[in-house]
């Protein structure tokens, strides 16, 4: 199914009574990540992704412990931002799903709202060729040679 046919349908869907909820509640939880992603570092921002907000909790989930803790050092200034734009936040909760980013979205090496295409120069090809050429022919040198031939259209 093409893409703007899936856009018509979701807007007629958004315009029933029955979905009007569930849709307006999706744009705001869009719209709230959009926003803490804008508010965390950007090289925490892929791995993270905000849960639900209850009694005042909100819900934070992680890819590993590591960017747990990295979040953790910036919470108390995070929290401060949140209230300023009108959050009704007052605690975090932190909880580590390994992978969850890597099933629920697709990563990629992104510029703004483009995709960057990231290529092998002419310089690394050149190295990579002679790396190949001087190993035994294994699967390590048969890899390598692989790898360029398919950057050579680039």
Same mark, same amino acid.
């Given at each position: 199914?093409?893409?703007?046919?899936?856009?018509?349908?979701?807007?007629?869907?958004?315009?029933?009574?029955?979905?009007?909820?569930?849709?307006?509640?999706?744009? !705001?939880?869009?719209?709230?990540?959009?926003?803490?992603?804008?508010?965390?570092?950007?090289?925490? %921002?892929?791995?993270?992704?905000?849960?639900?907000?209850?009694?005042?909790?909100?819900?934070?989930?992680?890819?590993?412990? %590591?960017? %747990?803790?990295? &979040?953790?050092?910036?919470?108390?200034?995070?929290?401060?931002?949140?209230?300023?734009?009108?959050?009704? !936040?007052?605690?975090?909760?932190?909880?580590?799903? !390994?992978?969850?980013? %890597?099933?629920?979205?697709?990563?990629?090496?992104?510029?703004?709202?483009?995709?960057?295409?990231?290529? &092998?120069?002419?310089?690394?090809?050149?190295? &990579?060729?002679?790396?190949?050429?001087? &190993?035994?022919?294994?699967?390590?040198?048969?890899?390598?040679?692989?790898?360029?031939?398919?950057?050579?259209?680039?």
């Amino acid at each position: 199914m093409k893409l703007h046919k899936i856009d018509s349908y979701f807007s007629i869907l958004g315009e029933s009574q029955d979905y009007a909820q569930v849709f307006a509640r999706a744009h !705001v939880i869009h719209k709230n990540q959009l926003t803490f992603k804008q508010l965390i570092p950007k090289q925490l %921002a892929p791995y993270c992704t905000i849960g639900q907000i209850n009694a005042g909790k909100l819900t934070v989930l992680v890819d590993n412990s %590591a960017i %747990a803790s990295k &979040l953790k050092q910036i919470l108390p200034s995070l929290l401060v931002k949140l209230q300023q734009r009108g959050w009704e !936040v007052t605690s975090f909760q932190i909880s580590v799903q !390994v992978n969850h980013t %890597a099933t629920n979205t697709k990563k990629s090496v992104t510029n703004g709202n483009k995709e960057k295409n990231i290529k &092998l120069s002419e310089t690394g090809k050149k190295y &990579l060729n002679q790396l190949a050429t001087s &190993l035994p022919n294994t699967e390590l040198s048969e890899a390598i040679r692989s790898f360029v031939r398919k950057h050579q259209t680039d």
